[in-house]
């Protein structure tokens, strides 16, 4: 007997009260859970902990970084994070680390320094613990800011 794997859920931004377009907090909102989603973590688990993260107001690069790894370790396994606790705080750390230094933090930054949607995603992917599945699942929700330049 073989068993079906279960396709996985597709969330949007708008089901946990986003929205993309507004700038840069929202979008940073939705990178951060797309960061957790991108890990190989049930869905669940990645909404628990990301809710986690904005009930406590860790939801810019900077309030990242501001966090030692003993923290966001803490953090993280709060929320369920168990086998993936310290690679996960780990990139994290690194990858707000480069976010701010090449982005000044900002995803907006980055989409306007960005010529279409494959050198977005590119560029996201430049970012530590983010790879093409992560990029993927982020960029779903991004479709409408490239759809606004082109009008």
């Known amino acids: ?10 969330h949007t931004a708008e089901e946990f009260g986003l929205d993309v ?14 960061f957790l989603f991108g890990k190989p973590i049930q ?11 904005i009930e406590r107001k860790i939801d810019t ?6 966090m030692t790894h003993w923290q966001l370790k803490t953090i993280l ?7 993936y606790d310290e690679v996960t705080a780990h990139a994290l ?12 933090g900002s995803l907006v930054l980055m989409f306007d320094s960005s010529l ?16 093409p599945k992560t990029a993927e699942i982020f960029m779903h929700e ?8 082109v009008e």
Not at 5 to 10: F, G, H, L, Q, R
Not at 44 to 51: D, E, G, L, Q, S
Not at 142 to 149: G, H, M, N, Q, S
């Open 1 to 10: 007997m073989v068993r079906e794997k279960k396709p996985k859920p597709v």
């Open 21 to 34: 377009t507004s700038g840069d907090d929202d979008l940073f909102r939705w990178f951060l859970l797309s």
């Open 43 to 53: 869905s669940t688990v990645a909404i628990n902990t990301w809710r986690i993260f």
């Open 61 to 66: 690069p900077w309030a990242i970084l501001d």
């Open 77 to 83: 396994d709060e929320g369920k994070y168990t086998r």
């Open 93 to 104: 750390h690194r990858c707000m680390e480069r976010l701010v230094s090449e982005y000044e």
């Open 116 to 131: 279409d949607e494959d050198e977005f995603s590119k560029r996201l992917q430049t970012l530590y613990g983010v790879g």
């Open 142 to 149: 991004t479709e409408e800011l490239f759809a606004r330049r």
